[in-house]
């Protein structure tokens, strides 16, 4: 997929899009960073009609999230559509509603994978974060259902300080079950900027033991092709991805700082166009304008695809960016500004370098006379360990 | 006598043409499959009506190729998609027309 998805982000061809079907939900997990009143959801038809310009555009792979998208009673009429329009369909949810008649009809459906959260391998720590007692007996009575249908199911686990130790009991969970996993201290603030939710960010000095935990550093995906050669470095260095990305991140862009608006795009329950879910620059509005004009016109889009790594102001001269995962949209919402560098990303870049082998490592942000554009706000970070395979690749010639 | 195989897309993969080229998904076993630019005009001919050999004479008229290379080479990619479950044969009815 890299050689088709870098060509995509070449040529900014649509080809990922991360569609939110509703943000009400029947959980209330405590990190969570959506309002779940419903403000006037697109409509069946709407989204239908959605659906069709995304398949004209070019977009193959899909991604149906939310809230909980089984709470759309349409669901499975918006999955029939999607289906015939032929994509590659994904799913996120909690899993709560799944039924096995349910599980065998996303196998026909053809959907390929189902990310479910898990936050932890004892009940009462996940229903703790969920606030729905019962929750983890119920999702994870689920799993079963749609392993024995073949479907591919990953665990997705936000790492938190209530359940940061979890994760090898969540691995172990998965490994039983037949799912892959993933873990993430991702925490973002309220979709209204609010930041409620990062008293639940763990602090860098606390992920010292995940991020050497030797059981987890040997499934660290291939970290990203990079362009400062002068970077020391003997060991395997951690790579740290969103948890929101397609998946198709490695090694597929050259100087671009992501996916988002090249290649992916996020719509919202209510019609908006982002370039990602993570970054708030609102592009347009699907109930006004077609998605071809928005993709291919939007200012917002234009500007985001100008940015080059190697000129961001801070990051651009930065002597471990190998060792960073800036996210542009923790950037922008953590800093204020979308080309800056933040905190977080900084403690956590030099922390793996420093793991890595290198000696003092300093940030382009910590380094003598640095000129911050931004002030430097709360942190999150963006990190994903996973067991997931990415596409193998085969070629027809005729 | 043997019958006519008539192929059409398995409906559970995934599949759009980006570029001229064909990227085809099968989500029973996460592999992704390119096709190039005849691949590509094969493919969408492939509608559950016509025969490999009514493939292979719209593939000769449009790219000048010897009507026997282009049904060696339909049928091998035909097999080669079929093997990899991207394709299913197709309930015959009786003088579908290509
Ligand atoms: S904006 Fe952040 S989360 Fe979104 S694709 Fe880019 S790096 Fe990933
Ligand atoms: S470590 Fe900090 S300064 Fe360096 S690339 Fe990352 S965000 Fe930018």
């Known amino acids: 997929m890299d050689r088709v998805a870098s060509r995509a982000a070449r040529k900014h061809h649509p080809l990922n899009a991360h569609f939110d079907l509703t943000y009400r939900c029947n959980e209330r997990c405590v990190h969570c960073y959506l309002d779940h009143e419903d403000h006037g959801e697109l409509t069946t038809a709407e989204i239908l009609r959605v659906l069709e310009e995304l398949a004209a555009a070019g977009i193959l792979t899909l991604t149906f999230s939310g809230g909980e998208i089984f709470l759309r009673p349409d669901f499975f009429e918006i999955l029939a559509a999607a289906r015939r329009l032929h994509f590659d369909i994904s799913l996120k949810t909690n899993a709560l509603l799944i039924s096995a008649e349910h599980a065998a009809r996303l196998r026909e459906s053809g959907v390929r994978s189902i990310q479910i959260s898990v936050y932890s391998d004892e009940p009462a720590v996940h229903d703790a974060i969920t606030k729905i007692p019962g929750s983890h007996e119920r999702t994870l009575a689920a799993v079963p259902l749609l392993v024995a249908q073949g479907l591919k199911v990953k665990l997705a686990c936000p790492l938190m300080p209530q359940n940061l130790l979890a994760y090898r009991g969540v691995m172990a969970l998965a490994e039983k079950l037949g799912a892959s996993y993933s873990f993430d201290p991702t925490i973002t603030p309220m979709m209204d900027g609010s930041g409620g939710p990062l008293i639940h960010r763990v602090s860098t000095a606390a992920l010292l033991p995940v991020l050497q935990d030797p059981v987890l550093s040997a499934c660290y995906p291939r970290p990203a092709a990079q362009t400062d050669a002068a970077m020391p470095s003997g060991k395997p260095v951690p790579s740290l991805t969103s948890a929101v990305s397609s998946g198709f991140e490695f090694a597929a862009y050259e100087d671009i700082p992501c996916s988002a608006g090249h290649n992916s795009v996020y719509i919202s329950p209510y019609g908006d166009v982002l370039p990602c879910v993570q970054l708030p620059v609102p592009a347009g509005n699907l109930r006004r304008q077609r998605f071809r004009d928005i993709w291919y016109h939007a200012e917002s889009l234009e500007q985001l695809r100008a940015v080059r790594d190697s000129q961001l102001p801070v990051c651009g001269s930065c002597e471990i960016r190998s060792y960073c995962e800036r996210c542009p949209g923790l950037a922008l919402m953590e800093g204020g500004d979308v080309l800056g560098a933040y905190e977080r990303a900084c403690e956590l870049a030099e922390q793996k370098a420093r793991l890595a082998g290198v000696a003092h490592p300093l940030s382009a942000l910590h380094a003598p006379g640095a000129t911050a554009r931004q002030a430097v706000g709360p942190c999150k970070t963006n990190f994903l360990v996973t067991t997931d395979n990415s596409f193998y690749r085969k070629g027809h010639d005729a | ?98």
Not at chain 2, 12 to 34: F, K, L, Q, Y
Not at chain 2, 73 to 93: C, I, K, N, R
Request: proline share 4%; charged share 20%; net charge negative.
């Open chain 2, 1 to 98: 006598m043997r019958k006519t195989i008539r192929w059409q897309k398995n409906p559970i993969v995934a599949w759009r043409a980006i570029d001229g080229e064909t990227v085809i998904i099968s989500p029973s076993d996460n592999v992704m499959h390119e096709l190039n630019e005849t691949g590509s005009f094969i493919w969408r001919q492939i509608d559950g009506r016509c025969s490999a050999a009514e493939i292979a004479g719209m593939l000769a008229a449009e790219y000048e190729v010897p009507p026997e290379d282009a049904l060696a080479d339909t049928e091998a990619l035909l097999q080669q998609l079929a093997a990899s479950a991207l394709l299913v044969t197709a309930a015959a009815a009786d003088g579908a027309a290509c």
